[in-house]
C-alpha cells in the first residue's frame, strides 16, 4: 500500500483534479490511501467565513458563502457526468449547513466553530475526487477521516489520540480492504470520542497522511507538490534555489523545527519510527525524481539550506527589581508566552534579561505586554527577519547579510541563526 496525499494547489480547478486522478490511477496494480486537504484556497475562505460569523457580518457571510459554492459547484460540472448529481446533492447538503450558520449563536467558542466550518472544505474535496474516480475505476472507497482520526478536543491544534486512532484505521480497513483498492479520505481533520469535529492545525493533511502510512504499514508515502521537489530555499526569498533529491528523516525535522514549510512538521516522526520513506514529488511532472526522505544520512551535508522567517518581533524583559532570571523564573516566563499562543523562534538569557523572537501576529504584544509589565521592563524590536543556515559556510554566511544589520546571532557546528533588520 502506498499513502499519497494531494495539497489544494493540485486541486484547484477540474483540470487538476483530472491530473491528480491520473497520478493516482497510474500503477495500476499497488494498492492506494489518497490524503487530500481541500481545493485551492478554500480553506483561507472558510476562514473568513468564520470570521464573519463571528463579527456577524451578514452580506460578507453570503458572499463569501456563495463564492465558495459556486467554485465548487463549477468545478464538479466540468468535471464529472454520471456521479454528477449525487455529488451537487452532496455539495447542496452541505452549503444548506454552511448558510444556517448565520441563523445560529456563534459558540463561546470560537475555536470549536472553527473546526465545524473550516473541516468543510475537505469534506466537500475528498467527495469530489472520489465521483471522479468512480467514473474511471471501480473498488474506489470513501472514508470520513473524522470516523478514524480520533484527537482530544483542543479545536484548531487538535492533538492525535494515537492508541485509539491506529485501532479505528485498522477496523476500517480490514472491513473494506477486500474491495477496495483506492480509498479516498481527508487530511487535517478529525473528531473527538463525542464526535464533534476538530482539526489539526494549518496545513495539517501531511500529519493526517503520515498517520496513515504508519498505521497501514505503508510501503512510501508522497507528498505531491507544485514544485520538482524539497528545496535547499523557499523560491519566495531566494532567487538560485537547489532540490534536495535525499535528505534524512533528522535533517527533514530539523529543517521543519527552523522554520521550511514544505511538509508539516509533525509528518516526519510517524514515518521515521516505522521506516517509511517520504516522497516529494511533483504533481506538475511525475517524471522528475523528486526528493527521498528516509533513514540514510549520508547526503545530509551535501547542499546548505535556508530558512527564512520575516516579520519577526525580538522582545526583551529585565525584571524591575533586577533579580536573576534563574529556572523559576524561566518557567514563569514560558508560561506565560505559551498562555497567548505565541512560539518562540529564538531565545537568549543574561542574568537579567531574556530576550525572545516571535511572529508579529495581530495583538501579539498587547497581550505579552499584559503578561510581564507588572514585573518586568520590557522593549520590542520588530520588522525583522530569521534566517537559518543548515551546513553553512562563510560564503552562504555572506550572500544572505548583505546589507543587513545583524541583531543576533547563534551558531551551531551545522546551524547558524541570524536575526537581521534591513538597512535598506
Ligand atoms: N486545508 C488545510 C490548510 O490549508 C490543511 C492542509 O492543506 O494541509 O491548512
Ligand atoms: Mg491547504
Given at each position: 500500500?502506498?499513502?499519497?496525499?494531494?495539497?489544494?494547489?493540485?486541486?484547484?480547478?477540474?483540470?487538476?483534479?483530472?491530473?491528480?486522478?491520473?497520478?493516482i490511477?497510474?500503477?495500476?496494480?499497488?494498492?492506494?490511501?489518497?490524503?487530500?486537504?481541500?481545493?485551492?484556497?478554500t480553506?483561507?475562505?472558510?476562514?473568513?467565513?468564520?470570521?464573519?460569523?463571528?463579527?456577524?457580518?451578514?452580506?460578507?457571510?453570503?458572499?463569501?458563502?456563495?463564492?465558495?459554492?459556486r467554485?465548487?459547484?463549477?468545478?464538479a460540472?466540468?468535471?464529472?457526468?454520471?456521479?454528477?448529481?449525487?455529488t451537487?446533492?452532496?455539495?447542496?447538503?452541505?452549503?444548506?449547513?454552511?448558510?444556517?450558520?448565520?441563523?445560529?449563536?456563534?459558540?463561546?467558542?470560537?475555536?470549536y466553530?472553527?473546526?465545524?466550518?473550516?473541516?468543510?472544505g475537505?469534506?466537500?474535496?475528498?467527495?469530489?475526487?472520489?465521483?471522479?474516480?468512480?467514473?474511471?475505476?471501480?473498488?474506489?472507497?470513501?472514508?470520513?477521516?473524522?470516523?478514524?482520526?480520533?484527537?482530544?478536543?483542543?479545536?484548531?491544534?487538535?492533538?492525535?489520540?494515537?492508541?485509539?486512532?491506529?485501532?479505528?484505521?485498522?477496523?476500517?480497513?480490514?472491513?473494506?480492504?477486500?474491495?477496495?483498492?483506492?480509498?479516498i479520505?481527508?487530511?487535517?481533520?478529525?473528531?473527538?470520542?463525542?464526535?464533534?469535529?476538530?482539526?489539526?492545525?494549518?496545513?495539517?493533511?501531511?500529519y493526517?497522511?503520515?498517520?496513515?502510512?504508519?498505521?497501514?504499514n505503508?510501503?512510501?508515502?508522497?507528498?505531491?507538490?507544485?514544485?520538482?521537489?524539497m528545496?535547499?530555499?523557499?523560491?519566495?526569498?531566494?532567487?538560485?534555489?537547489i532540490?534536495?533529491?535525499?535528505?534524512?528523516?533528522?535533517?527533514?525535522?530539523?529543517?521543519?523545527?527552523?522554520?521550511?514549510?514544505?511538509?508539516?512538521p509533525?509528518?516526519?516522526?510517524?514515518?521515521?519510527?516505522?521506516?517509511?520513506?517520504?516522497?516529494?514529488?511533483?504533481?506538475?511532472?511525475?517524471?522528475?525524481?523528486?526528493?527521498?526522505?528516509?533513514a540514510?544520512?549520508?547526503?545530509?551535508?551535501?547542499?546548505?539550506?535556508?530558512?527564512?522567517?520575516?516579520?519577526?518581533?525580538?522582545i526583551?524583559?529585565?525584571?524591575?527589581?533586577?533579580?536573576?532570571?534563574?529556572e523559576?523564573?524561566?518557567?514563569?516566563?514560558?508560561?506565560?508566552?505559551?498562555?497567548?499562543?505565541?512560539?518562540?523562534?529564538?531565545?537568549?538569557?543574561?542574568?537579567?534579561?531574556?530576550?525572545?523572537?516571535?511572529?508579529?501576529?495581530k495583538?501579539?504584544?498587547?497581550?505579552?505586554?499584559?503578561?510581564?509589565?507588572?514585573?518586568?521592563?520590557?522593549?520590542?524590536?520588530?520588522?525583522?527577519?530569521?534566517?537559518?543556515i543548515?551546513?553553512?559556510?562563510?560564503?552562504?554566511?555572506?550572500?544572505?547579510?548583505?546589507d543587513?544589520?545583524?541583531?543576533?546571532?547563534?551558531?551551531?557546528?551545522?546551524?547558524?541563526?541570524?536575526?537581521?533588520r534591513?538597512l535598506?
Amino acid at each position: 500500500m502506498r499513502i499519497y496525499k494531494f495539497g489544494g494547489a493540485s486541486l484547484k480547478n477540474a483540470q487538476g483534479i483530472k491530473n491528480v486522478g491520473k497520478n493516482i490511477l497510474t500503477d495500476k496494480d499497488i494498492k492506494k490511501g489518497v490524503i487530500v486537504s481541500a481545493i485551492g484556497n478554500t480553506t483561507n475562505q472558510l476562514e473568513e467565513i468564520v470570521e464573519a460569523l463571528k463579527t456577524n457580518n451578514q452580506v460578507t457571510f453570503r458572499y463569501l458563502v456563495d463564492l465558495l459554492y459556486r467554485s465548487h459547484i463549477q468545478i464538479a460540472s466540468d468535471l464529472l457526468t454520471v456521479r454528477l448529481n449525487v455529488t451537487l446533492d452532496f455539495l447542496e447538503q452541505q452549503f444548506v449547513y454552511l448558510n444556517e450558520k448565520i441563523h445560529k449563536p456563534f459558540s463561546e467558542n470560537e475555536d470549536y466553530e472553527y473546526d465545524q466550518i473550516v473541516s468543510i472544505g475537505e469534506i466537500i474535496s475528498s467527495k469530489i475526487l472520489e465521483a471522479y474516480l468512480t467514473e474511471n475505476v471501480s473498488n474506489v472507497t470513501w472514508i470520513n477521516a473524522k470516523e478514524l482520526i480520533r484527537t482530544n478536543a483542543n479545536y484548531k491544534q487538535a492533538e492525535v489520540d494515537w492508541t485509539k486512532t491506529n485501532e479505528l484505521i485498522l477496523n476500517k480497513y480490514s472491513d473494506i480492504e477486500k474491495n477496495t483498492n483506492i480509498f479516498i479520505t481527508q487530511g487535517f481533520i478529525g473528531s473527538t470520542r463525542e464526535g464533534i469535529t476538530t482539526t489539526l492545525g494549518r496545513e495539517g493533511s501531511d500529519y493526517s497522511a503520515a498517520i496513515f502510512a504508519y498505521t497501514l504499514n505503508a510501503e512510501s508515502l508522497t507528498i505531491w507538490k507544485d514544485v520538482p521537489g524539497m528545496l535547499n530555499a523557499d523560491p519566495k526569498w531566494f532567487d538560485e534555489t537547489i532540490q534536495l533529491p535525499h535528505i534524512s528523516f533528522q535533517e527533514a525535522i530539523e529543517l521543519a523545527y527552523y522554520g521550511a514549510n514544505v511538509i508539516h512538521p509533525k509528518t516526519i516522526k510517524p514515518l521515521q519510527n516505522k521506516n517509511i520513506p517520504l516522497y516529494v514529488k511533483s504533481f506538475i511532472d511525475p517524471t522528475l525524481q523528486g526528493s527521498i526522505i528516509d533513514a540514510e544520512i549520508q547526503d545530509d551535508t551535501l547542499i546548505p539550506s535556508f530558512i527564512f522567517k520575516m516579520n519577526q518581533l525580538k522582545i526583551s524583559i529585565t525584571p524591575k527589581d533586577f533579580s536573576f532570571i534563574a529556572e523559576e523564573k524561566l518557567s514563569q516566563i514560558f508560561n506565560s508566552i505559551s498562555s497567548v499562543n505565541a512560539h518562540i523562534n529564538l531565545m537568549q538569557n543574561s542574568a537579567i534579561s531574556f530576550d525572545f523572537v516571535i511572529d508579529n501576529k495581530k495583538g501579539v504584544r498587547e497581550l505579552l505586554t499584559k503578561e510581564f509589565e507588572k514585573e518586568y521592563t520590557i522593549s520590542f524590536k520588530d520588522e525583522l527577519e530569521l534566517v537559518t543556515i543548515r551546513h553553512y559556510d562563510q560564503e552562504t554566511i555572506q550572500r544572505v547579510i548583505l546589507d543587513k544589520e545583524i541583531i543576533l546571532t547563534q551558531q551551531t557546528k551545522h546551524t547558524t541563526r541570524m536575526l537581521m533588520r534591513d538597512l535598506l
